[in-house]
Nanobody, 115 residues
Framework: QAQLVESGGGLVQPGGSLRLSCAAR????????MGWYRQAPGKQRELVAQ???????SVVDSVTGRFAISRDNDKNRAFLQMNKLEPEDTAVYYC?????????WGQGTQVTVSS
């Protein structure tokens, strides 16, 4: 059974940092393009960052310079490093893995940025 499990979310003050982790079970992440998405209250789910199976990364403009996506295939994990967090970053963050016609989602982890 394929499963993605996010961890690392929590409550953080503005300007703080969090590192989210996406652990895969039942699949080998080295084959997959990975993405981090988020869904804030009252908003649609949006793409935040992507990393291809080859290691090419991209992030959306709103988090450029603050967020970075990475992966460690030996550990079968993907990560999202979040720095200089803002209240607007508050959302449930989801991990996604895609390989050809296969795609999997994690259950999400809550990130709350508040003073």
């Amino acid at each position: 059974q394929a499963q993605l499990v996010e961890s690392g979310g929590g409550l953080v003050q503005p300007g703080g940092s969090l590192r989210l982790s996406c652990a895969a079970r039942g699949i080998t992440l080295s084959l997959y393009d990975m993405g981090w998405y988020r869904q804030a209250p009252g908003k649609q789910r949006e793409l935040v960052a992507q990393i291809t199976s080859g290691g090419s990364t991209s992030v959306v403009d709103s988090v450029t310079g603050r967020f970075a996506i990475s992966r460690d295939n030996d550990k079968n994990r993907a990560f999202l490093q979040m720095n200089k967090l803002e209240p607007e970053d508050t959302a449930v963050y989801y991990c996604k893995a895609v390989f050809r016609t296969l795609n999997y989602w994690g259950q999400g982890t809550q990130v709350t940025v508040s003073s």
